[in-house]
């Protein structure tokens, strides 16, 4: 008890002299003046709304971009395709030091790019499409080797050839791989891409196979950065337009743009292994020796706790 | 903890007084679940501190009201999300009306962590964990964590390129500590379920404890001042020594200022 | 009102302005934000609370309230 005296001895607030304080009024006045502020700034600036990319309007706005994409996928070298946990077990994953939490938490939402993403969802389509299906057919009856030759080799072709266009490719030996990225394009086009990646679940609220296929494109971060809003570019706090985005990821965003993060393979792990342990100083502030009494030091307080009059 | 133990008598006494309710003597109601439920809900928060209309005299800067305000801001949040939620998760890109809903929403958010964070920086140059107030600080800061996770959810939800954008790149910071596999950014219909249900709930649960510890502890009392000694002869009346003090010093005076020696604010350091 | 007033855009510009500082990029619309809390915390430690003097000096004056 005198232990516990002696080490904090802040008295109790109830001991001190008190004045009328109505904190009902205060919370009225607080709440009227909110509720007209976020009126009058919500009537001035109105809120962003940029509407979502289709698949359809992928593909319709970069074609070669999807050819590419879905060419990679086939080749397997998208950033899904090479992701690791949770998606598959084609990488290690990022390391928090000895901790390897991506890699010990499992692949508990399997995708397999080639096939999720490109194969499957042509199949969905082949029926009444003979060309579309021998292509299929081929496919799957090569070795896998044979398929990431073909893949690999059409989408070098495909990043030679002016403006990524499939029309102006030299000429080589790809395989089915043409036919499909050009079934696959014609699938995007339609929109009937979207519900076959999907499960073509008549209330899909789970996107993450567009999503990731999106991300695998080029054209999702192109738009991102035109907006200003790349990972480098201190994207996580900027909104599209001129819009206040999230000022209050500063911090977060800040380590993003400095060595060694800056320059890490697992500058994300990084990252969250500083932040959780700032969050956590700044929870446990009232228990850390030194910080604890800065705000002494500051005099900040000397300002709050002047006699006003 | 003088407050908390007045008011534990308080309770009991209240606990006795209506026990005669149920016509259980004095001596039963210790092993009835409802009084002792009802005795730590006084001890909790005794009765008269809840919405108290004296503050210590020391509670007179501008940066006092921006709790209140947070509250206020917090509450427009709720408000503006409980109508944007009645047209559903698509109302707001093809209405007018839903499309002003979401701008009051957003920019509410806007004031609320505006209010918040300084908030958080008046209560950091305070020391206001200082007497056995940690738990009001620790809640404080991890409703905050909370606030910036809900708020993360809700651009998830929106259902449009920023959505599209912010959980592709999301994704990798949250899978990278193995957080993404139960976490799904990518699946919005998870997102908006914590965005609307869990998240709001923890950080309400939050606010409200916040809100108790306060009022249970009192505002923070200036470094190194000390209470003005107790009048002899003077009874502290029933509603605790709040409301004695105020009867005692009628016109409160401006607060008994910090002591500057440096010996006094040595000891204290150590103390701390 | 809500028609004319909540078109997005309508007010706000489309292209973003940004200010560079060294590795700092950061939109001008969150730095106003940013600058905007500092003033405010500033103005609220140095601007005097007003106290309510009618029902203090009722007080001092031994008037019930």
């Given at each position: 008890?005198?232990?516990?005296?002696?080490?904090?001895?802040?008295?109790?607030?109830?001991?001190?002299?008190?004045?009328?304080?109505?904190?009902?009024?205060e919370?009225?006045?607080?709440?009227?003046?909110?509720?007209?502020?976020?009126?009058?700034?919500?009537?001035?600036?109105?809120?962003?709304d940029?509407?979502?990319i289709?698949?359809?309007?992928?593909?319709?706005?970069?074609?070669?971009?999807?050819?590419?994409?879905a060419?990679?996928?086939?080749?397997?070298t998208?950033?899904?395709?090479?992701?690791?946990?949770?998606?598959?077990?084609?990488?290690e994953?990022?390391k928090?030091?000895p901790?390897?939490l991506?890699?010990?938490?499992?692949v508990?939402?399997p995708?397999d790019?080639?096939?999720?993403?490109?194969?499957s969802?042509?199949r969905?389509?082949?029926?009444?499409?003979?060309?579309?299906?021998?292509?299929?057919?081929?496919?799957?009856?090569?070795?896998?080797?044979?398929?990431?030759?073909?893949?690999?080799?059409?989408?070098?072709?495909?990043?030679?050839?002016?403006?990524?266009?499939?029309?102006?490719?030299?000429?080589?030996?790809y395989?089915?791989?043409?036919?499909?990225?050009?079934?696959?394009?014609?699938?995007?086009?339609?929109g009937?891409l979207?519900?076959?990646?999907?499960?073509?679940?008549?209330?899909?609220?789970?996107?993450?196979?567009?999503?990731?296929?999106?991300?695998?494109?080029?054209?999702?971060?192109?738009?991102?950065r035109?907006?200003?809003?790349g990972?480098?570019?201190?994207?996580?706090?900027n909104?599209?337009?001129?819009?206040?985005?999230?000022?209050?990821?500063?911090?977060?965003?800040?380590?993003?743009?400095?060595p060694?993060?800056?320059?890490?393979?697992?500058?994300?792990?990084?990252?969250?292994?500083v932040?959780?342990?700032?969050?956590l100083g700044?929870?446990l502030?009232?228990?850390?020796?030194?910080l604890?009494?800065l705000?002494?030091?500051?005099?900040?307080?000397?300002?709050i706790?002047?006699a006003?009059? | 903890?003088?407050?908390?133990?007045?008011?534990?008598?308080?309770?009991?006494?209240?606990?006795?007084?209506?026990?005669t309710?149920?016509?259980?003597?004095?001596?039963?109601?210790?092993?009835?679940?409802?009084?002792?439920f009802?005795?730590?809900?006084?001890?909790?928060?005794?009765?008269?501190?809840?919405l108290?209309?004296?503050?210590?005299?020391?509670?007179?800067s501008?940066?006092?009201?921006?709790?209140?305000?947070?509250l206020?801001?917090?509450?427009?949040?709720?408000?503006?999300?409980?109508?944007?939620?009645?047209?559903?998760?698509?109302w707001w890109?093809?209405?007018?009306?839903?499309?002003?809903?979401?701008?009051?929403?957003?920019?509410?958010?806007?004031?609320?962590?505006?209010c918040?964070?300084?908030h958080?920086w008046?209560?950091?140059?305070?020391a206001?964990?200082r007497?056995?107030?940690?738990?009001?600080?620790?809640?404080?800061?991890?409703?905050?964590?909370?606030?910036i996770?809900?708020?993360?959810?809700?651009?998830?939800?929106q259902?449009?390129?920023?959505?599209?954008?912010?959980?592709?790149?999301a994704?990798?910071?949250?899978n990278?500590?193995?957080?993404?596999?139960?976490?799904?950014?990518?699946?919005?219909?998870?997102?908006?379920?914590?965005h609307?249900?869990?998240?709001?709930?923890?950080?309400?649960?939050?606010?409200?404890?916040h809100?108790?510890?306060?009022?249970?502890h009192?505002?923070?009392?200036p470094?190194?001042?000390?209470?003005?000694?107790?009048?002899?002869?003077?009874?502290?009346?029933?509603d605790?020594?709040?409301?004695?003090?105020?009867?005692q010093?009628?016109?409160?005076?401006v607060?008994p200022?910090?002591?500057?020696?440096?010996?006094?604010?040595?000891?204290?350091?150590?103390?701390? | 009102?809500?028609?004319?007033?909540?078109?997005?855009?309508?007010?706000?510009?489309?292209?973003?302005?940004?200010v560079h500082?060294g590795?700092?990029?950061?939109?001008?619309?969150n730095?106003?934000?940013?600058?905007?809390?500092l003033?405010?915390?500033?103005l609220?430690?140095?601007?005097?609370?007003?106290?309510?003097?009618?029902s203090?000096?009722?007080?001092?004056?031994?008037?019930?309230?």
């Open positions: 008890m005198s232990t516990a005296t002696r080490r904090d001895r802040t008295p109790d607030s109830h001991l001190f002299p008190t004045r009328p304080y109505d904190l009902v009024r919370f009225v006045i607080a709440a009227i003046t909110m509720v007209v502020l976020t009126v009058a700034l919500a009537a001035v600036f109105s809120s962003p940029e509407h979502a289709t698949l359809s309007a992928w593909a319709k706005a970069a074609p070669a971009d999807v050819v590419a994409t060419t990679a996928e086939l080749a397997g998208t950033t899904s395709a090479g992701y690791g946990a949770p998606y598959n077990t084609a990488a994953g990022q928090l030091g901790l390897a991506q890699k010990w938490a499992g508990r939402i995708v790019s080639a096939n999720d993403l490109v194969i969802p042509l969905q389509a082949a029926a009444g499409d003979p060309t579309l299906t021998n292509a299929l057919a081929t496919w799957t009856s090569a070795p896998v080797a044979q398929q990431a030759s073909w893949a690999g080799d059409y989408s070098d072709a495909l990043t030679k050839a002016p403006d990524g266009d499939p029309a102006k490719v030299a000429a080589g030996s395989g089915p791989v043409p036919q499909l990225a050009a079934s696959y394009l014609s699938l995007a086009r339609t009937a979207q519900s076959e990646l999907t499960s073509g679940a008549f209330y899909p609220t789970d996107q993450t196979k567009p999503l990731l296929l999106l991300a695998d494109g080029a054209y999702l971060e192109d738009q991102a035109a907006e200003h809003l990972g480098d570019q201190w994207g996580m706090m909104e599209t337009g001129n819009y206040p985005g999230q000022p209050w990821m500063w911090l977060y965003t800040f380590w993003y743009q400095i060694p993060f800056s320059t890490s393979s697992n500058a994300d792990a990084l990252v969250w292994g932040m959780a342990v700032l969050t700044l929870i502030l009232p228990f850390i020796p030194g604890r009494a705000p002494r030091h500051l005099g900040v307080h000397k300002l706790w002047r006003s009059r | 903890m003088s407050s908390a133990d007045t008011g534990a008598v308080t309770g009991t006494e209240t606990g006795s007084a209506t026990g309710d149920t016509g259980a003597p004095t001596g039963a109601a210790t092993r009835s679940w409802t009084v002792r009802r005795s730590w809900l006084t001890r909790a928060v005794p009765e008269g501190q809840w108290p209309d004296r503050q210590p005299a020391y509670v007179r501008w940066v006092y009201v921006f709790g209140v305000v947070t206020a801001a917090f509450l427009v949040v709720l408000l503006s999300g409980l109508v944007l939620a009645v047209g559903g998760a698509a890109h093809v209405s007018r009306v839903g499309h002003f809903v979401n701008s009051t929403h957003l920019w509410s958010v806007q004031l609320f962590f505006f918040m964070v300084i958080l008046g209560k950091f140059f305070m206001a964990w007497g056995k107030r940690a738990l009001t600080w620790i809640t404080g800061t991890v409703a905050f964590v909370g606030s996770g809900t708020a993360f959810t809700g651009y998830l939800s259902s449009n390129f920023d959505s599209q954008w912010i959980s592709t790149q994704k990798d910071g949250l990278s500590i193995g957080v993404g596999a139960y976490f799904n950014v990518l699946n919005p219909g998870q997102m908006l379920l914590w609307v249900m869990l998240l709001p709930l923890v950080v309400g649960i939050l606010v409200v404890l809100i108790v510890l306060v009022r249970r009192g505002v923070v009392p470094f190194d001042a000390e209470p003005p000694a107790p009048i002899h002869g003077v009874e502290a009346p029933d605790g020594p709040a409301a004695a003090q105020a009867s010093v009628p016109g409160a005076q607060p200022l910090p002591a500057q020696q440096s010996a006094a604010a040595e000891r204290s350091e150590v103390a701390r | 009102m809500w028609v004319l007033l909540s078109s997005p855009g309508a007010v706000l510009p489309r292209a973003a302005r940004y500082w590795v700092v990029q950061i939109s001008l619309t730095l106003l934000i940013i600058a905007a809390m003033a405010v915390f500033v609220a430690l140095l601007l005097p609370f007003p106290a309510d003097r009618k203090e000096r009722r007080e001092r004056s031994g008037v019930q309230r």
